[in-house]
């Protein structure tokens, strides 16, 4: 149903490295930059990765993106209980013209 | 610091309309390099953009196709703030929204506000 596909779950334990895949197509992802939310329960989603691979100030260094094509990736390395909450990525669509987002992937730390 | 705090109502009759407002504090609503944006997500729908306005030396503004008949998006310089009104509403329009200050990456987010259609 949403635009971007993204596997509904992740689970790792603290320490492990987990990756998140993000699948789009030539309109969106293709085309533009991705960015990646994560969401603590009952909060507003708040910015983790821009312009593909760029970490906003305060976020640590163990979380990376990537994208190739028509599909991106979040690492999360060095897995803590803390980084348990729901991951989106985004990215603006050109056909559409909006944006368009990941339908979540909720983290599990095991 | 950006700061977005949205309000109004959380509950709306079906076939209403729903208008909620998002307070900017930190930039300016006439910003040439901002675009302020309308964001919902419900279980059922996810994170689902609904529309912007932003001001290029004029306003412009842009809807989802999902909400382009109901939606209207209009700034507020006055206040420093932008709005949005969602006509004809039913209870699909459930869900929580999000106000977001683009472009490029919505980097800012209102606190959001639960509403629910229903009679």
């Known amino acids: 149903q949403s635009v971007l596909t993204q596997p509904p779950s992740a689970s790792g334990t603290p320490g492990q490295r987990v990756t998140i895949s993000c699948s789009g197509s030539?309109?969106?992802?293709?085309?533009?930059?991705v960015n990646w939310y994560q969401q603590l329960p009952e909060t507003a989603p708040k910015l983790l990765i821009y312009?593909?691979?760029q970490r906003p100030s305060g976020v640590p260094d163990r979380f990376s993106g990537s994208k190739s094509g028509t599909s991106a990736s979040l690492a999360i390395s060095g897995l803590q209980s803390e980084d348990e909450a729901d991951y989106y990525c985004?990215?603006?669509?050109?056909?559409?013209?909006?944006?368009?987002f990941g339908g979540g992937t909720k983290l599990t730390v095991l | 610091q950006v700061q977005l705090q949205q309000s109004g109502p959380g509950l709306v009759k079906p076939s209403q309309t729903l208008s909620l407002t998002c307070a900017i504090s930190?930039?300016?609503?006439?910003?040439?390099?901002?675009?302020w944006n309308w964001i919902r997500q419900s279980p059922s729908r996810g994170l689902e953009w609904l529309g912007r306005t932003y001001y290029r030396s004029k306003w412009y503004n842009g809807y989802a196709v999902s909400v382009k008949s109901r939606i209207t998006i209009n700034p507020d310089t006055s206040k420093n703030q932008f709005s949005l009104q969602l006509n004809s509403v039913t209870p699909e329009d459930t869900a929580v929204y999000y106000c977001a200050r683009g472009p490029g990456t919505l980097n800012y987010w209102g606190q959001g506000t639960l509403v629910t259609v229903s009679s």
């Open positions: 312009s593909n691979n």
């Open positions: 930190g930039d300016s609503v006439s910003s040439n390099s901002a675009t």
């Open positions: 985004s990215a603006w669509d050109g056909s559409l013209n909006g944006w368009v």
């Open positions: 030539s309109s969106n992802i293709g085309r533009d930059n």
